[in-house]
């Protein structure tokens, strides 16, 4: 049950959704205008740039193949959707970090390679956490997050019992992936492609600390 869970994996949702929200904000201002978080958006473009076959529908494609890329990284070093205590999350993290680093590079001297790293990045975070105690969790995204809260809200409203901890988990996934926009949309303004280093250094924080944690368990 999640009244059950520890109180930093409440924490560890948060701050990843504050890290996605970061590079996301990055991705509309300097990637083209372009969502590397999540997928509808640029699923839509590619179905319109379809009509007139591109190299910017080549562009699109690579940014969805680099986000699935990343996807089946996190499943194969942690092979299962459920959290548990003890799996390789910090592992997939340092992968994450160092994807973003690289998209950074790449930015940095004007290759659209960077685009491809960032998404990469963010199919691994997506899929490091999709359960816990029957909750969904995205932290890449807040559209599913909303979702869910409407479904809990018009059921209460109907009379069914209201799961508070399941909401309060739900609302810090979504404040702080509007406050990692915020974050990421400030230092954006003062040194562009390089502040992609907050979300690098925070991905790297996580796992470190995610790291000792599990040292003291196990």
Not at 44 to 56: Q, Y
């Amino acid at each position: 049950m999640l009244k059950d869970m520890p109180r930093w994996v409440e924490y560890g949702a948060f701050l990843l959704a504050l890290l996605a929200g970061s590079v996301n904000a990055v991705g509309l201002l300097g990637f083209q205008h372009q969502s590397v978080s999540h997928l509808s958006g640029t699923a839509t473009l590619l179905g319109v740039e379809l009509l007139s076959l591109n190299e910017s529908s080549v562009h699109l494609i690579n940014i969805l193949l680099c986000f699935l890329f990343g996807s089946a990284v996190s499943g194969y070093l942690i092979e299962n959707t459920s959290f548990k205590l003890g799996r390789h999350y910090y592992t997939a993290l340092f992968v994450e970090g160092f994807f973003l680093l690289i998209s950074l590079l790449f930015l940095e001297n004007g290759l659209r390679y960077g685009h491809y790293f960032a998404s990469a990045a963010c199919g691994l975070q997506n899929a490091l956490v999709t359960t816990y105690s029957g909750a969904i969790i995205r932290t890449t995204h807040v559209t599913g997050v909303f979702t869910d809260l409407g479904i809990m809200i018009g059921s209460k409203i109907k009379g069914n019992k209201f799961d508070k901890r399941k909401s309060i988990l739900y609302l810090l996934i979504i404040f702080g992936f509007i406050f990692g926009g915020t974050i990421g949309g400030l230092l954006y303004r003062y040194f562009i492609y390089k502040s992609l280093l907050f979300p690098i250094l925070l991905t790297l924080f996580l796992a470190i600390v995610y790291r000792f944690y599990i040292m003291d368990k196990y």
